[in-house]
């Protein structure tokens, strides 16, 4: 049985140890932010989603660009999680990539040893 492209990206996405370690610290740092905010202050509130986007940084900022000049400046609440979940499917897709890359490569060099 071939494996197609949406299988193959998956896979990368979803089935490797780095791939699911990264999604897993998003996920607790979105719970954390949700729990922190429900229990903050007014103030306090705020700040509790500061994190998610820093743990998505190298592509969140540059998709939540590219989305919000579809919206323009009245974004729903939705889209914020929504940018950040999909900031980590793509960087949990590029770490499966590379450490198929490495693995690749280190296969290589054992056999020409």
Request: net charge positive; with cysteine; glycine share 4%.
């Amino acid at each position: 049985m071939e494996s197609g492209p949406v299988r193959t990206l998956v896979r990368l996405m979803l089935t490797n140890r780095l791939s699911l370690a990264y999604l897993g610290l998003v996920a607790v740092v979105i719970a954390k932010a949700a729990v922190d905010s429900a229990h903050a202050d007014e103030h306090g509130s705020d700040y509790a989603w500061l994190w998610p986007p820093l743990v998505t940084f190298p592509v969140y900022p540059l998709l939540s660009a590219l989305c919000r000049t579809a919206w323009r400046p009245d974004t729903p609440n939705w889209f914020f999680v929504g940018t950040v979940v999909a900031s980590a499917l793509l960087q949990s897709l590029a770490l499966g990539a590379l450490r198929q890359a490495v693995l690749a490569r280190h296969r290589r060099s054992l056999r020409s040893c």
